[in-house]
């Protein structure tokens, strides 16, 4: 399990409700749980640095997206300034 026993009962919820789901769903958890709220471009930097499991931007922005479909990952309200100077969401765990 990647929670904490300090974790709030929801995210022992949100991790046992994705147990069927792809490798990709659970690191994009897992690194939003270790590292906290991000936009896309940071995610896939994490992704880079950390997973050895082969994605495509686009696709981790995808897995990202459907995440946020299922509601284990929501749009916190915040925005950072991506690389290429326009505003991007900042996405967080449920």
């Not at 749980?33 to 640095?49: C, F, K, P, V």
């Not at 050895?52 to 950072?80: N, P, Q, W």
């Amino acid at each position: 399990m990647n929670t904490r026993t300090t974790d709030p009962t929801t995210s022992h919820n949100a991790e046992k409700s994705v147990t069927g789901l792809a490798d990709s769903y659970r690191i994009i958890l897992g690194l939003f749980r270790t590292y906290g709220a991000m936009n896309d471009e940071s995610l896939i930097e994490h992704w880079r640095r950390l997973s050895s499991k082969k994605a495509s931007d686009s696709g981790i922005r995808s897995r990202r997206s459907e995440l946020a479909a299922t509601g284990l990952v929501i749009d916190t309200g915040d925005r950072k300034k991506m690389a290429s100077g326009r505003m991007s969401i900042v996405w967080g765990v449920a």
